[in-house]
Structures are given as C-alpha cells and as structure tokens.
C-alpha cells in the first residue's frame, strides 16, 4: 500500500509540474507533433508557428490590405453581394445573356472559390451543375461571343497575401510590379496606384461584360449600401466601377481558408490532422521543398516559377479564342515583363481548396493533386515550349517514395480544405436575381424557380 501511494502522488505530481500557466502554451502532442513543430519553426521566417496562422475574417487590422483602399465592414458587405450579384451582367455581347452572370459565375464557393471547370465560363454560359462543374457554353451564340476564360480560374482564398493578381501578376501598381510601368499599356487602371487585388476588381468588370452605374446603384437597390461604404466620396463620383471595385476587393480579402484542419493544428488542435496528414506536413516543410514557394499564412509567397506545365492549347477539349493574346499568356510572366528570364514562370498558387475544384496547372492539364506532385517530383515536362533554363530547381529534384507522395497528397487535399466557405456567400441578392448564375438551365440546377 504504501508504494502504490509514493507512484500515485508521483503521478499526480508530474501532472501538475507539467502543465503552464502561460496562456499562450499549446500542448505539443505526439513524437509527429513535435517534429513538425520543430520543422516550421526552422523554416519560418519568425521562427514560430503563429507566422502560418491566418487572421480570422473580421480582423480587418490584421488582415494584408490596400492602404489606399482600407477594409470596412461596409466595404465587405457590399462587395459580398456585388461579387455574385447577375443583375451586373449588364454589357452582354449577346443581348439575350443579359443578367446571367457574375463574377462569382468563374469563382463560385462550391469550387474554392475557383471554377469547377478547366475553363471558368461567364457570359454565353449554360447551366450551373452542382458546384459548377454542369456549366457548358451556349452552343446557339458565335464562339467570339463567349467570355470563356483562356488560363485556369485562379482561387479567390488568401488573395489578401498576394500584391499582384492573375497568373503572370499583371494587375498591380506596387511592390512585385514596381519597375513594370512599361508594360502597362493595356492596363490603364495600374495607373490608379492600387494593389493587384483592387486592380482586378475594377479591370475584371470591364473585361467580364459587368456594369456598376448609378443606374444600376438605384434601379437595384445598392445606394443606400454605396453611400455607407462610401461616405468620404462625393455623391456624384460615388456609384462608379472603381468603387464597385474597391468593394469587391475588400471583400475578397476577407476570404481565408482559416477553419482548415491545418490552421486549426497551428493554434493547437494536435487532433486536428491524422497521422497521415503530419507526416504529409512533414514532407511539405521538409524533403519535398514545398515551402520554399508555398509559405506563410496563404501559402504562396509572390514568385514566380516554371514547371512546364500544359497550356489549354494542348488538349482538344480546350477553347481559344481568336484575338486572346494567347501566345503572351502561355509565356506566363513573361509575356507581360517581355523579359525571357520571366518566361514560362506563373505565380505561385494557394494550396487551399484545391480537392473542391478539380482541376490544377495553369493549363488545367492535372485532375489529381497526387499526379502534381508526381508530375513536379519525375521532373519531365508536359509543355514542348517551356524554357529549361527557366525552370524552378524544385523540379524533379526531390525524389520523393510512393508513400512519402500519398502522404503530401493527403496533407494537401484535406488539411488545407476548409469545408465551410459558405460562411461567405450571401443568402440573397439586392436584385432578389438567381446567382452565381442565372440563365434558365442554371436557375433549374440552383432551385431558384
């Protein structure tokens, strides 16, 4: 009896001299835990886990943002429903498309905020599916007058990480872009001084056939909603496609895959991921060389790299359209630096979300997320144009086993994938309209009839 009570009050006492009363103490876990921990705080830049963590989407202060376009919960709320608002369809090449699409019609939550298509469709679109992936183009129209877009769909998520936007970083006026005026030529809105993200806001609605005017502020109800996110203008500049824009943006900064399981395990859920999820993060952060491109809260840092990966252009069941400036765009970043180191080098994307739309490369040419990093670990690439002095030192460098790739896969697919992106979608429209789409067949497929 007496030596079952010295192990009990040892026990006991171990217990208590264990715990912390730090309020920041996050319990370290398993033997996996504590190797993962110990990885990303040698890889971070400030040496802790928090310097992954993203902001939660009401933290306006801590979220990257534009200063000349700062976020409002004004701003947030109209952007919201202007982003899926179909009644903006309003410059229609095809009279009878009119009020059909969105923006959210090629960057829809269901898919990650992406496409659920190789090809996002806006006007002359058809149909909508079940995330999206149902939408087809309109067969009666000219194929000139379809806006199907001529590089994959990228994410909306963590976009308030990136200072320029699309696939080459075209859209931007600072940072990454300082140094490019040059190439501005075709992107006049640059000129406004603003970030990437603000940027395309306001080019996109022109690009996509979209119209904000006070006409449409008025005849659906949105003044009321440009007037509060907008007091500091004057009222007859108020209902412009640049502030239609400046809301958009600011809403989609907000957009944070930040209930992923993996953001979870940062702020200490060591239940958060399975054994096979860390040893993927393992791998991510370590012998796969993941995060020397994909790092920080979004995981992407502002670089640019090749891999060789297809164009639409090498598969027939990819549209072009004539006039797209397609051969510029295969050439990535430096189609618009005209800089041949630049070649073939498209930005860095977000990993969040990728298993909800399906398709991956800027070309679409991967349906799987394990085939990626099977292509980028064998090393040979798809694209016959690629220049090979241009492409990243990553590729095919890693020699990764089997298990180590289904590992990785698994961390990717699932510990990145917040699985409540509906949180950001509004329940309805100013224009009470049927969204992200709203042709007939899409207001069939979506139950809006």
């Known amino acids: 009896m007496p030596m079952k009570k010295i192990i009990t009050l040892t026990c006991i006492s171990l217990f208590l001299f264990s715990c912390s009363d730090d309020d920041d103490y996050i319990p ?11 990885i990303l705080t040698t890889v971070s830049e400030d040496k802790t886990l ?66 659920a298509l190789r090809q996002g469709i806006g006007e002359c679109g058809v149909g909508f599916g079940i995330n999206g992936n149902g939408r087809i183009i309109n067969q009666g129209v000219p194929i000139d007058s ?8 990228p994410t909306l ?42 940027v395309q806001a306001i080019k996109g609605q022109g690009v996509h056939r979209l119209l904000v005017d006070e006409d449409f502020v008025i005849t659906f109800g949105y003044k009321e909603m ?114 041949t180191n630049d070649d073939y080098k498209f930005k860095t994307p977000t990993l969040y979300n990728l298993l909800d739309n399906g398709f991956y490369g800027h070309g679409g040419t991967f349906t799987s997320v394990r085939d990626v990093i099977a292509y980028k670990n064998k090393g040979i690439p798809q694209s016959t144009e690629a220049t090979v002095e241009n492409f990243a030192s990553q590729f095919g460098t890693i020699d990764l086993t089997d298990d180590e790739i289904n590992n990785l896969t698994a961390f990717i697919e699932n510990s990145l994938r917040d699985s409540n992106l509906t949180r950001y979608v509004p329940e309805t429209l100013k224009s009470g309209q049927c969204f992200p789409t709203n042709d007939i067949q899409s207001q069939i497929d979506l139950g809006c009839n």
């Open 28 to 38: 370290v876990g398993s033997g996996l835990d504590k190797e993962l921990t110990t």
């Open 146 to 153: 379809v806006d199907i877009q001529p590089i994959r769909s």
């Open 50 to 115: 928090s310097y992954f963590i993203l902001p939660e989407s009401d933290d306006y202060l801590n979220i990257p943002q534009d200063p000349l376009n700062v976020i409002t919960k004004e701003k947030v709320e109209l952007g919201k429903l202007l982003l899926h608002e179909t009644a903006l369809g309003r410059k229609p090449k095809m009279t009878e498309m009119t009020a059909t699409y969105s923006c959210a019609s090629c960057h829809q939550a269901a898919a990650g905020f992406s496409s």
């Open 226 to 339: 440009f007037d509060q996110a907008f007091t500091d203008i004057v009222e007859k500049q108020r209902y412009t496609t640049k502030n239609a824009g400046l809301a958009i943006a600011a809403y989609e900064r907000t957009l944070l895959a930040n209930k992923s399981p993996w953001q979870q395990w940062l702020k200490g859920d060591r239940n958060a991921m399975t054994t096979v999820e860390k040893k993927g993060a393992i791998t991510f952060f370590s012998k796969g060389k993941c995060y020397e491109c994909h790092t920080g809260p979004a995981l992407s840092d502002k670089g640019f790299y090749a891999f060789g990966m297809g164009d639409f252009d090498n598969s027939n069941k990819a549209v072009v359209v004539a006039n797209s400036g397609f051969e510029n765009i295969k050439k990535g970043r430096g189609g618009f630096t005209k800089n």
């Open 157 to 198: 998520l963590n976009v308030a990480y990136q200072d320029v936007m699309l696939w080459n970083g075209q859209f931007g006026a600072t940072g990454t872009n300082q140094g490019t005026e040059a190439n501005w030529g075709q992107i006049p809105e640059n000129f406004l001084g603003f970030q990437g993200v603000e």
